[in-house]
């Protein structure tokens, strides 16, 4: 089955520092990928649609200043955090189809950002 | 708007007894729903989706367009059913394939 790795799987970094953070499709290629903000106990807020060889989608209410994102190839996406603050700290997860109709999402491991 | 509804934040049955886990939606077009798992220190995976009608784990979920519902059900619950689950909704073609996420449902299944 489709398989989309996320590393790291946890990063711990200082206020002010920049954070990078890559989702891979490890059997498929991915045009286009997901990126997402979960908190606890609570539901996926969708961040950006990253798409490949072209700019980010972002949502509404989403810096795209502070949240880079990079569709460099067909089987990576990377999330960079930018001059990070203790409000970043979160778990971010990435998604993607391996095809561009409504098949279903496969979702990394996540990446837990912890900023001090 | 396309939304996802998932009334219950928290659902807690016991081993054996019946479980449902309700959906709601509202779409103008013709819905493709999915039901998504979260397991304790997992990733989300895709536990079902309503076009396949199918029985994962004994779930199943039925889309009811008259009530625009799509609750997923369980006769007999166990406890490794515990577990964090979310009703989707693809945006469709023209939104590049993001989708609605409902805001999760905790399940705890206990002995």
């Known amino acids: 089955g489709a398989v989309v790795s996320q590393h790291p799987s946890w990063v711990i970094c200082k206020s002010g520092t920049s954070v990078k953070i890559e989702c891979r499709s490890l059997?498929?290629?991915?045009?286009?990928m997901f990126w997402y903000r979960q908190f606890p106990k609570q539901s996926l807020m969708l961040m950006a649609t990253s798409n490949e060889g072209s700019k980010a989608t972002y949502e509404q209410g989403v810096e795209k200043d502070k949240f880079l994102i990079n569709h460099a190839s067909l089987t990576l996406s990377t999330l960079t955090v930018t001059s990070a603050h203790p409000e970043d700290s979160s778990f971010y997860i990435c998604s993607a189809r391996v095809s561009r109709d409504n098949s279903p999402l496969h979702f990394g491991n996540g990446t837990r950002l912890t900023v001090t | 708007a396309q939304r996802v509804t998932q009334p219950e934040k928290l659902l807690s049955v016991f081993k054996g007894a019946p479980v449902e886990l309700k959906c709601n939606y509202s779409?103008?077009?013709?819905?493709?729903l999915f039901w998504y798992v979260q397991y304790s220190r997992q990733r989300l995976q895709l536990l079902l989706r309503h076009i396949s009608r199918e029985s994962i784990k004994g779930f199943t979920a039925d889309l009811n367009k008259g009530e625009t519902s799509f609750h997923l059900k369980k006769p007999f619950a166990q406890e490794e059913d515990s577990a964090m689950y979310y009703c989707a909704l693809p945006r469709g073609y023209t939104n590049a394939g993001k989708s609605t996420f409902g805001d999760g449902t905790t399940l705890t299944v206990k002995p």
């Open positions: 779409y103008s077009g013709s819905p493709e």
């Open positions: 059997d498929f290629q991915a045009t286009t």
